[in-house]
């Protein structure tokens, strides 16, 4: 445990104990200055009154918080005025400094990698499959039965039924939640298999990086030697003639030696019209499915499946009809929706009624992209929670105060909005797709053991949502 995290822990501790308004008052800027021998401690306050107060007042209860959960003694604790960065300026910064300097290594140090085993471990394999999307969270209903079907026949025996299988839909349909599906269900079944998903975007850049770095060879053995292929929005092929070439002979290879291949697009083979004709044969090859708008029903159900997975709430019928009613064409929005009014119930804790839905939902409905958030708003509504430009998060700054907040905003877009890490790295300046992995994995794991975290992302979300 870091300083920081042991101080948010027993200021946990604390805020059980003391009134809100004292606690805001008395422990807002404080930190831990140091921690010497697990028994001395030095708090860090702002100000002479704090000091002076919190001595007089809080010694004993600082101790025993710090006791409780260290498991440690305590035997003084002591204040010290000084603010986090003059502390920081010794310690701080050169651990930061450190940390920087190791990740801007291992990135230059990934795209040196000549050999294979570099390209594999930059995709990590697997670990691009979000695991929320599977069969299991999948409604089946009109518009994606045989989109399902295919998809769980090929989960079920890969490079044996339909090969390749090509899924198609508008936006917000379910098709990634499909693909990632079969991924998903394949690895579980057969740990050992390598499956890849990319994004198409993902696919270009690699091959980018390859023509540069002059390490084609490696770039084809990788993708040429997986045994599931899953590749996301194929529409960005699209006026890109040299990556078309390049997929058509991955497509042709991994076919030849049975690899499964899956493919989605927002349009069907015959209408990626520019798209060079021997490619759309092969689209053509195995099985095509699409998933098409569920009927009110399915819509339904969808929303009661998404509500169980959230069971702070109950909502009535009535409400679940409206909402089904009124988003039609995107379950990603119908979502949206959703978290929506749950999130002013949280915030209000009042029963949700007709009427007030309808009143949470009247400027959504008024103008429909605005059930579903998009990385804009996120990235501004993070800015705007931490009071910082949004320039400045975007932009190529390493100040230390911007690593969070870009850790949350990207986390908020894996977690909310389902991005692709490479899209997350692109929505935050280009960056790389693997800051993008570490940041949200990294606040995955600090959400664990920091309330404070917790709360943060919660509130940054009811914003989002209100
Ligand atoms: P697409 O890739 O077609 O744009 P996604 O797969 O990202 O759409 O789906 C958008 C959101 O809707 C995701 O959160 C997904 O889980 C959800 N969703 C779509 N269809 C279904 C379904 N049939 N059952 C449950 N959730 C669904
Ligand atoms: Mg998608």
Redesign the pocket.
Same mark, same amino acid.
């Given at each position: 445990m870091t300083n920081e995290q042991l101080w948010q822990a027993v200021l946990g501790e604390l805020e059980l104990t003391i009134s809100k308004a004292n606690f805001t008052t008395w422990f807002r800027d404080t930190f831990i200055s140091g921690y010497i021998g697990n028994s001395d401690v030095i708090v860090g306050v702002p100000n002479v009154f704090t000091k002076s107060w919190l001595e007089k007042k809080y010694t004993k209860l600082i101790a025993k918080a710090f006791a409780h959960i260290t498991l440690n003694k305590v035997r003084k604790v002591d204040f010290r005025i000084e603010t986090k960065e003059s502390a920081e300026k010794n310690v701080g910064k050169e651990a930061q400094q450190r940390e920087e300097e190791s990740a801007r290594k291992k990135e230059a140090v990934e795209w040196k990698k000549t050999d294979v085993a570099g390209y594999r471990e930059d995709h990590t394999h697997n670990h691009t499959l979000n695991e929320k999307?599977t069969f299991c969270?999948?409604?089946? #209903?009109s518009g994606?039965e045989l989109a399902h079907a295919a998809s769980m026949a090929v989960a079920e025996s890969p490079g044996v039924r339909y090969n390749p299988l090509f899924l198609y839909?508008g936006?917000?349909? #379910?098709?990634?939640?499909?693909i990632q599906a079969i991924g998903n269900h394949i690895k579980a079944k057969t740990s050992r298999a390598s499956i890849l998903y990319v994004n198409f975007e993902k696919f270009t850049n690699d091959y980018v990086r390859a023509v540069k770095h002059g390490t084609f060879q490696e770039f084809r053995e990788f993708y040429r030697s997986v045994d599931v292929l899953l590749v996301d929005d194929v529409q960005f092929m699209l006026n890109k003639e040299k990556t078309q070439d390049e997929f058509f002979h991955t497509f042709e290879a991994l076919h030849q030696r049975n690899s499964q291949i899956v493919i989605?697009s927002d349009r069907p083979p015959k209408m990626l019209s520019e798209l060079q004709d021997r490619l759309i044969s092969r689209f053509e090859w195995g099985m095509i499915a699409d998933?098409s708008i569920?009927d009110l029903e399915t819509r339904l159900a969808?929303l009661k499946?998404k509500c169980e997975g959230k069971n702070e709430i109950r909502l009535n019928d009535e409400i679940l009809q409206y909402l089904a009613g009124q988003v039609k064409n995107n379950?990603?929005e119908l979502?949206g929706a959703l978290n929506k009014i749950i999130a002013w119930h949280n915030l209000h804790r009042e029963e949700l009624t007709l009427e007030i839905t309808k009143r949470i939902l009247s400027n959504v409905f008024a103008n429909p992209s605005q059930g579903a958030i998009n990385s804009r708003q996120v990235i501004k509504v993070v800015s705007e929670y931490y009071e910082i430009n949004v320039n400045d998060l975007v932009g190529a700054s390493r100040k230390r105060e911007l690593v969070l907040p870009r850790q949350v905003i990207m986390y908020i877009l894996r977690e909310e909005l389902?991005s692709s890490y490479p899209l997350i790295g692109n929505d935050l300046g280009g960056r790389d797709h693997t800051t993008a992995m570490h940041a949200c994995k990294k606040i995955e794991r600090k959400m664990h053991e920091d309330d404070r975290l917790r709360q943060q992302i919660e509130s940054i979300k009811q914003r989002l949502y209100t």
């Open positions: 999307y969270r999948f409604v089946v #209903g994606n839909g936006v917000g349909l #379910g098709k990634t939640h499909l989605t998933v569920p969808i499946s379950i990603r979502e389902g």
